[in-house]
């Protein structure tokens, strides 16, 4: 019996165990309860993937041979989607997502509950995942611990600069979204909570979402027993970069379904935003009584177009030539969003810098590259790499922060401690720059503090071995005055630089000066 079983599994690849069970008992005329104890019993070849189950007990087998095969994985994907209802939508949202998501997403787009009875928990599905290694977690510089798949994409890795290019768009969207349900008041002004904002996740019921706010418009309010007014709920999820199927769908509308059950939750407005919908997603959507947007219904078509082309031009970071018009567009699209401004400018800054790297330094320029220390597993992400054949290699942290803010210290201190040593490690184990001079450099359209001012002046003194400097708002402007570019130097000042804040602040300590020695010369 084993050697047919190994045939029926070299002819029809893995499977689960109830598949494998229905083909034994049709193409041998045996019962079904026949062929379900001899597949039970197995051979030795045969495998069972560990940590995740099915409906029936089923379990996904496959031939010791076909393990890691794109047999296997796409074996594997197709019995997931098709027949876990617990393991299914945390699949396809990744799927949808490229493959890489930030870990503390995971919880918001698999369809699971954070803890429910008679529900898997999203720790839970997410531990599993992670043991029977269809997912990993491993360490993006830049966003933080992110969670991948390991062998379902086809091609290459996934994509850190779509990432990356999704997060920025998407954050700048959630802003915009919540300054629409604030004005219309659709929810408690200071009430909308949004991903990555704060420590808490924005949460209705069991279950964490993009944006969530307590709404008391008339159709959403109920009334308790004492007379009052108990709030309905908003409840947002998003997705840019790319259409939303059916299948890509799923998690929200497990979300909704599972969240119905609940006795004790009020009344909820559904919104899923992306940039488009099949068909049939989109016709699934308004069947379960979900708003299906995009930005170009919620704000128009300059916003859509805005947000498309800043996704486009982040994603295509490593080209980096970048016309400064396009930065123009962009704050002018999307800088009527309340708070859109300062994640364009972090988001934007390092091509400034590139751009001016390339002029003064040296054509051969990358961004964000990440290093990586094989012995400790450790890596660093440099924001602008510069190489000047044979002579020197610039590693720059960018920060483009408000003209008024003042950066972090400790943002400063990691960088001194913890960056500049990896990188520097790397370099000296570099065939081609281990004999170059190695430039460490900290750019930001902000400014420094005196503590973190003196870090600097201190690891400066006390090292020969390579060198470290530092330029704040001003020293950025002035490097840029040397490159003599015209419209770069327009793009820097406008959005970069000359900010209504910053000429408040300044007024504001002119006039302290000004005091200052009327009062000395008293």
């Given at each position: ?70 047999q ?13 209802p ?33 529900h898997?928990?999203?720790?839970i ?6 043991r029977?290694?269809?997912v ?11 969670i ?63 944006l ?33 199927d059916?299948?890509g ?49 919620l704000?128009?078509?300059e ?21 400064p018009?396009v ?19 972090g ?105 973190a ?7 400066k ?30 793009t ?22 000004r ?8």
């Amino acid at each position: 019996m084993s050697n047919l079983l190994k045939e029926l599994m070299n002819n029809h690849g893995p499977c689960l165990s109830t598949d494998l069970t229905k083909i034994l008992a049709k193409e041998h005329s045996l019962s079904e309860e026949t062929a379900r104890k001899r597949v039970s019993r197995g051979f030795a070849e045969l495998k069972r993937l560990p940590y995740l189950t099915f409906p029936r007990k089923a379990r996904f087998i496959y031939l010791q041979n076909d393990y890691n095969s794109p047999q296997y994985w796409e074996a594997l994907k197709k019995s997931i989607l098709d027949n876990s209802p617990a393991y299914g939508p945390a699949l396809a949202s990744l799927i949808q997502r490229g493959g890489l998501i930030p870990k503390e997403h995971f919880h918001i787009v698999c369809g699971a509950p954070l803890r429910q009875k008679k529900h898997l928990s999203s720790e839970i599905i997410l531990s599993r995942l992670i043991r029977a290694e269809v997912v990993k977690e491993l360490a993006v510089p830049g966003i933080g611990p992110c969670i991948a798949l390991t062998g379902m994409l086809t091609g290459s890795e996934p994509d850190v600069n779509q990432l990356r290019a999704r997060l920025v768009t998407e954050a700048i969207l959630l802003k915009a979204i919540r300054m629409w349900v604030r004005n219309l008041g659709i929810a408690s002004f200071n009430k909308v909570a949004l991903r990555d904002e704060g420590n808490m996740m924005p949460k209705v019921g069991t279950f964490v979402w993009d944006l969530t706010g307590p709404s008391y418009l008339a159709p959403m309010v109920d009334w308790n027993k004492q007379g009052k007014p108990v709030p309905g709920f908003i409840a947002c999820d998003i997705l840019l970069g790319s259409e939303v199927d059916e299948i890509g769908l799923r998690p929200f509308l497990q979300k909704i379904s599972t969240l119905k059950s609940l006795k004790r939750i009020g009344r909820c407005l559904y919104i899923f935003v992306a940039d488009s919908y099949t068909s049939l997603a989109f016709r699934k959507a308004k069947e379960k009584g979900i708003i299906p947007a995009t930005p170009e219904t919620l704000f128009g078509s300059e916003v859509a177009q805005g947000l498309a082309r800043l996704t486009e031009v982040l994603t295509q970071a490593a080209k980096l030539s970048i016309n400064p018009d396009v930065f123009d567009e962009l704050f002018q699209r999307l800088g009527k969003i309340e708070g859109a401004t300062g994640n364009l400018r972090g988001a934007l800054f390092e091509f400034i810098v590139a751009e001016l790297v390339r002029q003064t330094i040296s054509s051969q320029v990358m961004l964000n590259q990440i290093i990586k220390d094989y012995e400790t597993g450790a890596q660093a992400e440099v924001d602008v790499l510069a190489v000047k054949k044979n002579r020197t290699v610039h590693f720059i942290e960018c920060k483009g922060y408000h003209p008024s803010s003042v950066v972090a210290d400790d943002e400063v201190e990691r960088w001194l401690s913890n960056r500049i040593p990896l990188i520097r490690k790397y370099a000296l184990q570099h065939p081609e720059w281990k004999h170059l001079e190695l430039h460490f450099e900290f750019w930001t359209t902000g400014n420094l503090s005196n503590i973190a001012v003196k870090m600097i002046d201190k690891a400066k003194a006390t090292t020969r071995k390579y060198e470290i400097e530092y330029r704040n708002a001003m020293a950025v402007q002035a490097y840029a005055l040397e490159v003599k570019d015209p419209s770069l130097l327009k793009t820097l000042n406008n959005h970069f630089l000359e900010h209504p804040m910053l000429t408040i602040e300044t007024a504001v300590e002119k006039q302290k000066a000004r005091a200052k020695r009327s009062h000395n010369e008293k």
